[in-house]
């Protein structure tokens, strides 16, 4: 009888120390855990902001999002060793009222660059130049008085002739004309050296590929690079 008391008194022993050492254990992992998250959460909020907000040019239609220029910008600044971090806000379909009703909520996070690129579906929708001036004005206009220090980058866009001599001019130079007032940087096409190239866009011809993406890049990094330091 000693015996199998002796007995179960070791092996209620040996269940506590493994079942406090699981114990310390778990304590230990949940530390590192919880270090691990402060660190990433703490490089993320000393890390430099850029926000790509835009319609389906930049939220990168029809591909994963691993191809979408905003992603290879990231991967250039990381190539570099800058300490930015790339948003990719684009929304498939959004018009210039639409980003200026949803600008507020992208603008919840302190930015450094804002590179705006909308206005090609208010052209194909033949909507009214002075809205979507107008409405951009706005966009920018909020950017700036949130944060004052922000660089803006305008990503500008070309309308094709079918759309009229008269809409084409306007439309043509509403995205210097903005730029030239907020002193911002200016993209002068945005698809330059892509647009209307079948093999550079998707059986659509609108959107690039991932061979037009490219390209896309580099158009947007000859003007941003300036603005990285």
């Known amino acids: 009888m000693n015996k199998i008391f002796k007995a179960l008194i070791l092996s209620l022993l040996i269940f506590s120390a493994c079942k406090d050492k699981q114990s310390d254990t778990k304590v230990v992992v949940e530390q590192t ?5 402060d660190t990433k959460e703490s490089t993320e909020q000393s890390s430099k902001k850029i926000l790509c907000f835009g319609n ?13 220029w905003p992603t290879l910008l990231q ?6 060793n800058f300490d930015y971090q790339v948003i990719n806000a684009g929304l498939s379909g959004e018009t210039t009222s639409g980003g200026l009703k949803r600008i507020d909520w992208v ?7 804002f590179i705006l690129e909308l206005g090609a579906n208010d052209m194909l929708r033949g909507l009214d130049i002075s809205s979507t001036v107008e409405n951009l004005r706005s966009i920018i206009s909020r950017v700036k008085t949130k944060y004052p220090d922000a660089q803006v980058v305008v990503a500008g866009m070309l309308s094709p002739p079918n759309m009229g001599p008269d809409y084409e001019k306007k439309f043509n130079t509403m995205y210097k004309d903005l730029s030239d007032e907020f002193n911002t940087t200016l993209i002068p096409f945005f698809l330059d ?4 190239i079948e093999k550079l866009n998707l059986p659509d011809g609108k959107h690039p590929n991932q061979e037009g993406q490219k390209i896309v890049l580099e158009t947007v990094w000859i003007h941003l690079k300036s603005l990285i330091a």
């Open 33 to 37: 855990e919880n270090k691990t998250n």
């Open 56 to 68: 389906s040019l930049t939220a990168g239609y029809g591909l994963d999002e691993q191809f979408a």
């Open 75 to 80: 991967q250039r600044i990381d190539s570099l």
């Open 107 to 113: 603008l919840r996070e302190p930015i450094d660059i």
């Open 193 to 196: 050296k892509v647009a209307g």
